[in-house]
């Protein structure tokens, strides 16, 4: 129970990546907030949720490239919860892999909506209720952000992606340095390439060939499941990495060595 007491809002939690911590921080006895745009999906994360632990988890509708949705969802974890404690920032979109002049402005436009604007939209939502909260110790808040290795060792075809992670990789250590008087933590996942329905638009087309292509790089030789990235994220999040800020902590079975 390594988050018990806390109030987790997880953006982009109705699949993957998301879903799964979102599942994994119910389990360590986190309250959790799925926020998405899938509400199907959302609906049915917060069902399983509540099988795990009653009353710890509800769906807020949330399109993270809108500030009204962001702020709404993290007002509704106030709300519900009486606190916010943790925002996850893990919504994310990418062009399919192609040539870089072929991607168009609305897709580059939607890239940098959803994975970079996001997060200084929820920052900005966020830091009230953390400045709030009275702890004095390095938990007041945390924000974890989960960035990618194409942000650190980009593949090609992906460019305004990979672009976009970069830039989630500078804010997060920026905000590190920047809220670390306030005991605000601000840290970063960079996942390896891994089983989730974006896996296809990164790899072109999903055939044996690519991905025997994608896992050759990969020094463990396997692809990221979502609950190599849950479990880094409850130790980033959680009391017991209280000392680390501005982290960026590669999940990739070696990739950016
Ligand atoms: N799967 C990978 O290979 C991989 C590798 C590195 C990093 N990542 C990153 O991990 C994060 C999670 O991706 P995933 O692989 O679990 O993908 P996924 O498609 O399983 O989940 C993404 C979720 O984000 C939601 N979403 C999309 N746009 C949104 C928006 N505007 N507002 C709110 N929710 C929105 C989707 O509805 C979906 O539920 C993304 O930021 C992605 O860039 C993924």
């Known amino acids: 129970m390594r988050l018990q007491g806390k109030t987790a809002v997880i953006t982009g939690a109705a699949s993957g990546f998301g879903a799964e911590m979102a599942r994994v921080f119910a389990r360590e006895g986190a309250n959790v907030v799925v926020a998405d745009i899938n509400e199907e999906w959302g609906r049915s994360v917060v069902e399983e949720i509540e099988g795990i632990n009653s009353g710890s988890a509800i769906f807020s509708f949330a399109d993270v490239s809108k500030k009204t949705d962001v702020d709404g969802m993290i007002q509704a974890a106030a709300d519900h919860f009486g606190r916010v404690d943790i925002l996850v920032n893990n919504a994310g979109y990418t062009h399919r892999n192609m040539p870089v002049d072929q991607v168009s402005e609305e897709e580059y436009d939607r890239i940098?909506?959803?994975?970079?604007?996001?997060?200084?939209?929820?920052?900005?939502?966020?830091?009230?209720h953390f400045r709030?909260?009275?702890?004095?110790?390095?938990n007041r808040g945390v924000v974890l952000n989960i960035a990618s290795t194409a942000g650190v060792r980009?593949?090609?075809?992906?460019?305004?992606?990979?672009?976009?992670?970069?830039?989630?990789?500078?804010?997060?250590r920026s905000l590190g340095i920047e809220l670390g008087a306030e005991n605000v933590r601000v840290v970063a996942i960079n996942p390896v390439a891994g089983e989730t329905p974006l896996l296809e638009k990164f790899m072109g087309e999903d055939t044996p060939e690519k991905r025997a292509a994608f896992k050759a790089t990969v020094p463990l030789g396997r692809f990221s499941q979502p609950s190599?990235?849950?479990?880094?994220?409850?130790?980033?999040v959680s009391d017991e990495a209280e000392f680390l800020t501005g982290v960026c902590l590669e999940v990739d079975g070696g990739r950016c060595i």
């Open 228 to 236: 190599d990235i849950a479990s880094a994220a409850v130790f980033l």
């Open 112 to 128: 940098f909506d959803v994975n970079v604007k996001s997060v200084y939209y929820g920052m900005n939502a966020v830091l009230p």
């Open 132 to 138: 709030a909260q009275d702890q004095a110790g390095p």
């Open 154 to 172: 980009p593949r090609p075809g992906l460019v305004w992606y990979n672009a976009s992670k970069s830039a989630m990789i500078g804010a997060t």
